[in-house]
């Protein structure tokens, strides 16, 4: 138990900050009385368990220690399946729809027989029902449910129910009786953190958890940098309320690779999987148009074919628009320099409007020439063919260079029935399979937008 002091006034009761000769509140003299109070529980009182001592060598590994769910892009995200002693923690910003797939976890959970418990502390039992009603036509047996602010509510309820699978949400939100402070300060964080690392760990019952955590207005994850040191994996989920697309991307993960990206879209019945990417991104027409050009991203260990689109129109202001929802500002004036400067367009009077089909982030540098073509697409009014593809980094020099995993960027544009891909020339020995296809090497910008 630890102990503190307190400084209360015979006289008045009241109590100070400290000792003084004279109650700031009656005005007596020397009624300042010293008392200790040990109500509080020090988190060093708590016992550890030893470790077992052992040669690393010697150690079992158990392939099953994983559970597989019935979301692909889940278990894509988190290296296989989920580990079934891991701590995970799920960030997002508010409605991106973090509640809802964890709920959708558990409930799958659940009906494969594994007991599962949704904890909330910050919607009503009725909520959390109403919208697993959405989700599911028949909600199983083997899913719990409980609305509370209290941690050790929490912990009880987890032994009591005994269940493999444990959903708190937030961390930010419940609070630890013997600490204290307020919930969401950082002692009270840490701790409740500390509790369920405990549970998780438990070597002869282990549990796979499952936080939610607040994301700050700089779309962080709230919260000291010590949270993310404690748990096994840090998960984002991202997307824009107005777009029915959401990111699953892994920043953290002691199991799996990190980067890696999983796919939903938001709809009424809860996130659906996106079972293929490349179709998503693509709008399907019927005939070619100005300022759409094809491209392939690396999006963990996934290859994307994306659409760009660009608009191009005169301004009537001192200072055209430069607008790309999918692209970084400094990524666009860069490249639209590149165009003025190296292949002669005059962009100076025009706005420049930016986007991709779909509505993903693009940030690898391999989508330069893409981007660039699509808006010399726009300004010359003439459409590039739908079965180019574009892939290549472009310099300030104007100089294409080469990009990485060039083979399976071909190979997934071979799977979707493109014919004709612009790759840079340094590229063009590592293509070993042209079977169906036409490669055009290029050297600069100038012959890529010549060849088209």
Known sequence: MKTKKKYICSNCKKESL?????????????????????????PTDKIVA?????????????ENDRFITGIDELNRVLGGGIVRDSVNILTARPGCGKSTLLLQLALDFASKNVKS???????????????????????????????TQSMDEALNSIEE?????????SIQTVMLSSIPSRAGSPTQTVECINELVRV????????????????TKQDEMAGLRTLEHMVDSVLLLEGESDESLRTLTSTKNRFGRTGEIGLFKMEEYGLLEIKNPSEFFVTQREKDICGSVL?????????????????????????????????????????L????????????????????????????QSVNLAVIISVASSILNKSVPRDNVFIAEVGLTGEVRAVSFIEKRIAECKKLGFTKIVIPRNNYEAVKDTKGIEIWPVDNLRQAINIV
């Open 18 to 42: 400290g000792w003084q000769g004279k109650c700031s509140f009656c005005g007596s003299w020397g009624t300042i009385e010293e008392i200790e109070v040990s109500d509080v529980k020090s």
């Open 117 to 147: 418990i949704y904890i909330s502390a910050e919607e009503s039992s009725s909520q959390i029902k109403s919208r697993a009603n959405r989700i599911v036509k028949e909600i199983p047996e083997n899913i719990w449910i409980q609305s």
């Open 295 to 335: 491209s392939v991203v690396k999006e963990g260990s996934r290859m994307l074919v994306v659409e760009v689109e660009s608009l191009v129109s005169q301004s009537f202001t001192s200072y055209p628009a430069r607008i790309g929802d999918s692209l970084k500002k400094d990524q666009l004036n860069t490249l």
């Open 50 to 62: 030893k470790g077992k001592v052992e040669k690393l060598k010697n150690v079992n590994i158990n």
């Open 200 to 215: 998780a760990k438990n070597a002869k019952k282990p549990r796979t958890i499952f936080i939610v955590c607040h994301m």
């Open 337 to 364: 320099s590149i165009l003025e400067e190296r292949a002669g367009f005059n962009l100076y009077n025009k706005n420049v409007i930016l986007k991709t089909t779909g509505g993903l982030k693009i940030s690898e």
């Open 161 to 169: 129910v005994d269940a493999e699978v444990v959903i708190l949400d």
